[in-house]
């Protein structure tokens, strides 16, 4: 207080403390170019995380990750039903986790970012702080959804597919489905100029990669094709190949049956002779088999498509993020 | 495949649209808009969107329009497949509600400044053939002004005249040197000026007041002076023309915007760090860096407050960070849009002062404030923009505060944006006289 008294008094009128015109000098030396503007945004980015509550969406994420896990986790990796849900389920949290991450991250302070890219940021500096702050919560939450599953008594395979361990697997696509939806709501927020508008789009994000994950409905024709293009489709079908889905046992037509025994006095005997001659399990397999579905198959070519269209997905975003984000400066006053 | 399926409701819509649209080219030369932009889709809702002075508006229709057309071709004359009529239908609805609402905004609107009744509008909406007819043939209907056209030529100052300008500027100043021809900005389908004819010549140690009412063009007169949005000008700051060294000399201008925008959830003193990292050169010494961020947060009271978030400051603390942040590259021309908004008197003053000891270092400082009567001893010269009969910025005075008030023939400041505002802004409406005075004072005196 004492120092603002102090110069605001000091402070004269031009009359009294003029001095004589300086002359024009360029500033000398070269600036911060896009490389080393990285560090200065990425601050900005872990300050936010700890004084804008941005650290809100670590704990969030393991609450959703500890429903889901008590829910549907118990028949995950037992049956072909309970591994679809959980599956499903689990694409579904890194899908909303994603979007919730950075869905205003941009748009937020978008007169802001107009200010700076006048005074010399470079945008590809801001969005690849961004990237590498964005990852930093996936790569969180990705652990913490493992971490909470392993915690509510989900019983993971120990061996791996294509690590050594099987919860490596699983984290990797859970990263990089979580990072995929995160950058994609990234680009949204760098395309939308309120956090009105970017709160609006994203439920209809959030229901076109549900709709559109080729799990959740049977869907056909041009449909099928939309399909193609989601982030829920390849984060599910990862899962469930590593899940090894195809070899699982399904439940869907034994409790079919189970259900018309009451009907029927031949159906009730005859599931009463598959128990007592041990024949349920084998018929579960049987009717796993008939369930199969070619695109879960578990083998390392799949796993790797899928894997590749997440990071493709993230790198479009990314791309095109910086592009859109350029043209800042048109913003309307 | 694809067959034609024209039926006789399109044949009537053809023939509606055919009526509406000669009435309606009778109603748009009422506006000196040429009539056959009637005919176009599109571009005739846009046009009547600048008959009711809401072009934004009449963008966006245009827009939804240009969409519109082909889903509704397409769907209503080719014979497709139901899956893909059901797609065609849902976009074109889409798109069709959205158009609607433009329209009736635009056209409830119209209603408003011709004081009819607002049921017009909808008329507009679902039948405009009617209001169509009946506007183009009723003198009720007759607009106040006619709808601006810019086609380049000046009303207000002869070729001679604005030569007799452009030969009589210094050219050996060594602070701001201002040569602003034009400044246009193409819309859909017009061009517009924005600013015309301001030359000036601002020494280093001056402290300038830049005065106008609203939409005289102060901020788009900053941007150009600033090289943050070109103009068709010369802008040399110590001789160095700012357009073709923009990259090089930008951190030589500091621009305040009239909004504080920083981020409120970082501290004060790493808000001033990262503006220092951004604005000065790479290889500043750590220690000199840390030096400066010091000398800045003394120099506008905010040592006390640096480890405080932002957003806990007070509104004349925020001001001053949002200062101090283009302060540390210590630019040699400073811009502020309005620093002074929403600050008590005692606190602008202050605020003020400071801006005068920076201006004493040598420095151009250019000031925006809509208070200035409050502040006005504190500067050297003042630049009075205003907007003229056609709407475009224009210079209407520079020179020294005491001479602008004879100019003007007030006591006062906020007396010369009186005499220079339209009279529906409250004014005197005497832009185009003031603007023409000044600028054969400009050929004579200089």
Same mark, same amino acid.
């Given at each position: 207080m004492s120092t603002e008294n102090k110069t605001a008094a000091e402070v004269n009128t031009n009359e009294q403390n003029k001095k004589p015109a300086k002359s024009f000098s360029l500033m000398q030396g070269r600036h911060r170019g896009r490389l080393a503007q990285i560090p200065i945004y990425l601050g900005k980015d872990f300050r936010m995380f700890i004084y804008q509550n941005d650290w809100k969406v670590l704990p969030m994420a393991a609450?959703?990750?500890?429903?889901?896990?008590?829910? =549907?986790?118990?028949?995950?990796?037992?049956?072909?039903?309970?591994?679809?849900? %959980?599956?499903?389920?689990?694409?579904?949290?890194?899908? /909303?986790? #994603?979007?919730?991450?950075?869905?205003?991250?941009? +748009?937020?302070?978008?007169?802001?970012?107009?200010?700076?890219?006048?005074? *010399?940021?470079?945008?590809?500096?801001?969005? $690849?702080?961004?990237?590498?702050?964005?990852?930093?919560? +996936?790569?969180?939450?990705?652990?913490?959804? =493992? #971490? =909470?599953?392993?915690?509510?008594?989900?019983?993971?395979?120990?061996?791996?597919?294509?690590?050594? /361990?099987?919860?490596?697997?699983? /984290?990797?696509?859970?990263?990089? $489905?979580?990072?995929?939806?995160?950058? @994609?709501?990234? !680009?949204?927020?760098?395309?939308?100029? $309120?956090?009105?508008?970017?709160? @609006?789009?994203?439920? !209809?994000?959030?229901?076109?990669?549900?709709?559109?994950? #080729? *799990?959740?409905?049977?869907?056909? *024709?041009?449909?099928?094709?939309?399909?193609?293009? $989601?982030?829920?489709?390849?984060?599910?079908?990862?899962? %469930?190949?590593?899940?090894?889905?195809?070899?699982?046992?399904?439940?869907?037509?034994?409790? @079919?049956?189970?259900?018309?025994?009451?009907?029927?006095?031949?159906?009730?005997?005859?599931?009463?002779?598959?128990?007592?001659?041990?024949?349920?399990?084998?018929?579960l397999a049987e009717s796993g088999k008939s369930m199969q579905v070619a695109a879960y198959e578990m083998t390392k070519t799949n796993i790797y498509s899928c894997w590749g269209h997440l990071l493709f997905f993230t790198v479009l975003f990314a791309v095109l993020s910086i592009i859109v984000l350029e043209f800042i400066d048109n913003d309307h006053r | 495949m694809f067959g034609l399926a024209i039926n006789w409701v399109d044949i009537l819509t053809l023939v509606l649209y055919a009526a509406s649209s000669f009435w309606l080219s009778k109603y748009f030369e009422k506006y000196k808009i040429e009539g056959w932009w009637a005919w176009i889709p599109g571009a005739r809702t846009y046009w009547l969107a600048r008959c009711a002075d809401r072009e934004s508006d009449g963008k966006a229709a245009l827009v939804l329009d240009i969409l519109y057309a082909p889903f509704y071709l397409f769907g209503s004359t080719f014979n497709v497949s139901e899956d893909v009529k059901a797609v065609i239908a849902l976009i074109a609805l889409f798109l069709g509600i959205g158009r609607m609402i433009y329209k009736a905004r635009i056209t409830i609107d119209l209603c408003g400044d011709l004081k009819v009744n607002k049921a017009w509008g909808w008329l507009w909406v679902f039948a405009e053939v009617i209001p169509c007819y009946v506007w183009s043939h009723n003198e009720k209907y007759w607009p106040k002004t006619a709808v601006q056209r810019y086609n380049g030529d000046d009303p207000l100052l002869s070729k001679e005249v604005k030569q007799g300008i452009a030969d009589n500027m210094d050219d050996t100043n060594q602070g701001l040197s201002v040569r602003i021809e034009d400044r246009t900005v193409r819309n859909f389908l017009d061009k517009r000026y924005l600013l015309r004819e301001i030359f000036m010549n601002i020494e280093p140690g001056h402290m300038v007041l830049l005065l106008g009412g609203s939409g005289a063009g102060k901020t788009t007169f900053i941007n150009a002076v600033t090289g943050y949005e070109k103009a068709n000008a010369q802008i040399l700051l110590g001789g160095m023309n700012v357009y073709d060294e923009y990259d090089k000399m930008k951190y030589s201008i500091g621009f305040v915007p009239q909004l504080d925008l920083i981020r409120s959830n970082d501290t004060v003193y790493r808000t001033l760090m990262d503006a220092a990292l951004l604005r000065l050169p790479a290889d500043t010494r750590i220690s000199e860096l840390l030096s400066r961020v010091e000398s800045v947060l003394e120099q506008f009271g905010l040592a006390s407050v640096k480890s405080s978030l932002v957003e806990k400051l007070s509104g004349g603390q925020r001001k001053r960070l949002s200062i101090a942040m283009e302060y540390i590259s210590d630019p040699f021309l400073f811009v502020l849009d309005e620093p002074d908004s929403g600050l008590d008197g005692v606190i602008a003053r202050d605020l003020m002062r400071r801006l005068r000891s920076i201006t004493d270092q040598g420095k151009i400082v250019i000031v925006i404030t809509h208070t200035p009567d409050r502040v006005a001893d504190l500067f050297d010269d003042v630049i009075v923009l205003t907007k003229d009969s056609r709407r475009t910025g224009r210079l209407a005075y520079y020179g020294s505060i005491d001479e602008a008030k004879e100019f003007f023939g007030t006591d006062t400041m906020e007396g010369i944006l009186r005499k220079i505002n339209q009279k529906d802004e409250g004014g005197e409406g005497l832009s185009d006289e003031f603007v023409k005075k000044y600028a054969e004072r400009q050929v004579v005196s200089e």
């Open positions: 609450l959703i990750a500890g429903m889901i896990g008590f829910v =549907v986790g118990e028949n995950m990796f037992v049956t072909m039903e309970g591994t679809f849900q %959980c599956s499903l389920a689990l694409t579904c949290i890194c899908i /909303w986790n #994603g979007f919730f991450n950075s869905i205003q991250s941009v +748009c937020r302070e978008r007169p802001i970012i107009k200010r700076e890219h006048r005074s *010399g940021m470079h945008i590809s500096s801001y969005i $690849t702080a961004h990237l590498i702050y964005q990852m930093f919560l +996936c790569v969180m939450q990705a652990v913490l959804t =493992v #971490g =909470v599953f392993k915690m509510v008594g989900l019983k993971f395979p120990e061996k791996g597919f294509i690590t050594s /361990w099987f919860l490596l697997d699983i /984290w990797i696509t859970l990263f990089l $489905t979580t990072y995929a939806a995160d950058i @994609t709501s990234l !680009f949204i927020s760098c395309i939308v100029h $309120t956090t009105t508008t970017a709160m @609006t789009v994203m439920p !209809f994000m959030l229901i076109f990669q549900l709709v559109f994950s #080729g *799990g959740a409905f049977t869907l056909s *024709g041009p449909a099928a094709v939309l399909t193609n293009v $989601t982030i829920s489709k390849y984060g599910l079908v990862a899962l %469930c190949a590593q899940s090894n889905y195809n070899s699982l046992k399904s439940v869907t037509l034994w409790n @079919t049956i189970f259900k018309l025994r009451e009907r029927s006095e031949e159906i009730k005997e005859a599931l009463y002779l598959i128990e007592k001659e041990g024949q349920l399990e084998n018929i | -």
